[in-house]
């Protein structure tokens, strides 16, 4: 059931955001989606960099559950988890800057970018016709899955106490977004291979889920657009 039934009372800024951003706008998830791809290849290595990566991932996550048409409850839980993620980032920056507290953030990254995918899934699975919107969400899954697991091959390599990679023991996070992106569309260009037994499986298994997603979600999606369908909905 989506916002628009749901009958609970609305806040003042939920109220704006319902007048703002109307449902299946999924261009924005996917606008906010580059910024964070473009910010993490950026090399920013700081600490500022990986609270920046969490606050963008929160934008991320509420922004498509507000085009996904959650119910009001589940924004405000999904908002407190943000806000406390946020807030976590910023706590373990302050604290310490050992493997432990960069890997930690890591996690809190998997937490908030997780629920995404399935708030948006969810949301074309029930929605009546397949437009641009449909094909801009299911790009946004496509995306989200390979930062998703860029987050987890990131927090393994602190984590582990073993490096990740075969070439390298000083893996930054763009390291990690390149070798998921390449993995994920199956490039396999080599220049960075996982040294573990877990990260090969893991990677594996990206790989088989891109080619999946791509060739069954993204094809069927595109072949069932009309070229009515296929315009930008005023």
Request: charged share 10%; hydrophobic share 55%; net charge neutral.
């Amino acid at each position: 059931m989506m916002a628009e039934t749901d009958n609970t009372t609305p806040h003042a800024i939920e109220r704006w955001l319902e007048g703002r951003l109307p449902g299946y706008r999924f261009g924005l998830v996917l606008l906010l989606l580059l910024v964070t791809c473009v910010f993490m290849a950026s090399g920013v290595t700081s600490s500022f960099g990986r609270v920046v990566t969490v606050a963008l991932q929160c934008l991320t996550l509420l922004a498509a559950l507000r085009a996904s048409q959650v119910h009001r409850r589940t924004f405000r839980i999904a908002a407190l988890v943000a806000l406390i993620a946020f807030v976590g980032s910023v706590v373990s920056v302050a604290i310490t800057s050992s493997d432990d507290a960069k890997g930690a953030i890591f996690v809190l990254n998997i937490l908030v970018v997780a629920g995404a995918p399935v708030a948006i899934a969810n949301a074309l699975w029930h929605r009546p016709v397949v437009d641009i919107h449909t094909v801009l969400g299911a790009i946004c899954i496509y995306v989200l899955m390979g930062m998703m697991f860029a987050f987890l091959y990131a927090a393994i390599g602190y984590f582990a106490a073993d490096p990740f990679f075969v070439q390298t023991d000083d893996a930054t996070t763009s390291v990690y977004l390149y070798f998921s992106f390449v993995t994920l569309s199956t490039v396999g260009y080599g220049d960075f291979t996982a040294a573990g037994d877990l990260g090969r499986s893991l990677a594996s298994l990206e790989g088989v889920l891109g080619q999946l997603y791509l060739v069954t979600i993204v094809a069927t999606i595109v072949s069932r657009m009309s070229p009515r369908a296929s315009r930008f909905e005023s």
